[in-house]
């Protein structure tokens, strides 16, 4: 059966009953039909966050092969379930580019599902849909100004930094040129759109406390520059009141379930290799204020998601991890190993010897936020006993728990063995999580020690104009906030083409984004995308609807 099928053959519950087992009342809750609500931020207890666990998920640097977070994050909370953890998933939303692009949806797979799969597939409770709208409000209200009030700010159109977004894929609007057609239709300057899940709305939603927090980071979004370099933000425009009106219910994180019955929080969903990669600090609080456990996820492998949710989103929201999983597949150990895509599922526990580094370093990562990682072997029926055992092996020579996982074939009677290593390894550690640096360490101190710690790295490089920005956020008061690189993420160098474990090289620094309003600044190392393209045959070719409202080919 097909991952979509599986959904459908499956009986959910009403969405009132899944807020039951979190303690929720029924008049608490927003209804978005029979089996989704919203839940109101009024629910969060600041007071509880701390005597609960948080379980981060994490993964070896991705490979065509996959690697399955999502899946492991659901099947393990089914698992946590059935042995008595009363747990709570926390995922990030599905953006639509993926979904109709090569990617796919983002709801897990087999009998590790988020349900209903369709909905939060598509559309779902229109957050993106609202982060949309709210930041086309700021460019709207960008270009009417220079159009409407004589540009009275002195906002040079050269130097507005600020674009559109849409919420597809579609590389012919990167880069265009708006204001054509007369004098009447607006100041001709050059822009483009990115995708909606890179859009900064996204990235400060997914850091927000409230909606008041909210419009303080809208407020504090960069959108430009004046003729004389002086800084112009949104809150030049009034836009922040506005913007965040638009948001009234895209704040409140949604409640749906697993195929099993358990509580699904899914709230937010920024790019990983741009932003922060990690629902937001609000869904994230919600589940641990009514459940035991929350287990979550962050974009991409350690040295990204990972390192980003534990430096950027723990340290604003006062968070303390106690456990993380690190997801690795046979499959992909011998992609890194050197095995081509097309011989991955044939028996080579060389193979597998070989791409080991990867994994090591990815381990290596977590421990040096001073947590004790779990290794979940995420298993496919390629794979071979002896495979299985060459990694057991090492995570043992190495003092690292690790765990097969049968999530996606069994749902959480293939977690169980997962569930109660993860329970053991988070039960030890209370306050034992230490981020790798400090807000106020300068932006070289920190890019270095993200850049030798994690991506293994002899040196940072900067190119003049990286040099120069940096030059410019000391002088207009941005220099403290953290960093949140955009690189590559097929490999833990900058270069995508080198694989498993890279040594002896150097990180080069392009440019700098700036994200003033959700709180961090972006390095940019390599090229990075924020408006993907479509591939050659895109998902969207296969999915269809009929005259009963039943939805084929989604995956």
């Known amino acids: 059966m097909t991952d979509l099928e599986i959904a459908k053959a499956s009986k959910m519950r009403p969405i009132t009953e899944i807020a039951a087992k979190l303690g929720v009342k029924e008049d608490d809750l927003h209804m978005y039909g029979k089996y989704i609500a919203k839940l109101p931020l009024k629910l969060i207890d600041e007071q509880k966050l701390r005597q609960k666990k948080l379980v981060l998920v994490t993964a070896i640097t991705p490979t065509p092969a996959g690697e399955g977070k999502t899946t492991t994050s659901i099947g393990l909370t089914e698992g946590l379930n059935k042995i008595g953890v009363k747990t709570t998933v926390v995922i990030r939303e599905p953006s639509l580019g993926p979904v109709f692009g090569i990617k ?3 709801a897990g797979g087999g009998y590790a599902q988020v349900l209903p799969m369709e909905d939060i597939n598509l559309h779902f409770t229109g957050d993106l849909s609202a982060i949309e709208r709210a930041h086309n409000l700021l460019s709207a209200l960008i270009d009417n100004h220079l159009e409407s009030k004589n540009n009275s700010l002195n906002l040079d159109p050269r130097k507005i930094i600020w674009k559109r977004v849409i919420d597809m894929n579609e ?17 001709p300057r050059q822009t483009g759109f990115d995708i909606t899940a890179a859009s900064e709305v996204m990235a400060a939603l997914c850091l927000a406390k409230d909606i008041e927090d909210l419009k303080e980071k809208f407020g504090n979004i960069l959108v430009g520059f004046t003729y004389d370099d002086q800084p112009v933000y949104a809150r030049d425009f009034h836009a922040q009141g506005a913007m965040a009106a638009l948001m009234k219910y895209a704040i409140m994180p949604n409640l749906v379930q697993t195929i099993e019955g358990n509580p699904a929080i899914i709230h937010g969903g920024p790019f990983a290799n741009i932003a922060q990669g990690t629902n937001s600090l609000i869904a994230t609080k919600m589940g641990l204020s009514h459940s035991d456990f929350v287990v979550t996820e962050a974009g991409f492998a350690s040295e990204l998601g990972a390192e980003k949710f534990l430096d950027i989103k723990c340290q604003y929201g006062n968070l303390m991890p106690n456990a993380s999983v690190i997801v690795a597949t046979i499959r992909a150990l011998k992609y890194h190993g050197g095995v081509k895509l097309a011989k991955l599922t044939e028996p080579d526990a060389e193979a597998v010897e070989k791409g080991l580094p990867n994994l090591e370093k990815h ?7 001073n947590i004790r990682p779990v290794v979940a072997i995420n298993k496919f029926s390629s794979d071979s006993k002896e495979e299985i055992e060459v990694v057991r092996k090492r995570c043992e020579e190495l003092g690292v728990k690790v765990a097969l996982c049968e999530a996606w074939e069994k749902g959480g ?13 988070a039960d030890k550690c209370t306050t034992c999580f230490t981020p790798i640096y400090d807000f106020n360490s300068s932006i070289e101190e920190k890019l270095h020690t993200i850049a030798t710690k994690l991506y293994g790295a002899d040196h940072v490089e900067y190119t003049v104009k990286a040099k120069s920005q940096i030059q410019q956020f000391e002088k207009i008061g941005l220099d403290k906030l953290p960093v949140c690189i955009a690189k590559t993420q097929k490999s833990l160098s900058d270069d995508q083409y080198k694989l498993g474990r890279p040594t002896g090289f150097t990180v ?6 700036v994200a003033a309003g959700a709180g961090f600044l972006i390095p940019i190392a390599g ?4 408006m993907p393209g479509l591939p050659t045959h895109p ?5 269809d609807i009929d005259n009963d409202g039943n939805i084929s080919g989604l995956f």
Do not use: C, Y
């Open 363 to 369: 381990i290596e990562n977590i421990k040096h936020f």
């Open 527 to 530: 090229t990075i995308m924020r």
């Open 104 to 106: 796919g949806g983002a």
């Open 171 to 187: 590389r012919a609007l990167r880069d265009i040129i708006i204001g054509l057609g007369g004098p009447k239709q607006g100041i």
């Open 508 to 513: 080069k620094i392009r440019e700098f984004e």
């Open 413 to 425: 009677d293939g977690a169980l063995e997962l569930a109660k290593v993860v329970k053991e390894e």
């Open 539 to 543: 998902s969207a070719e296969k999915i």
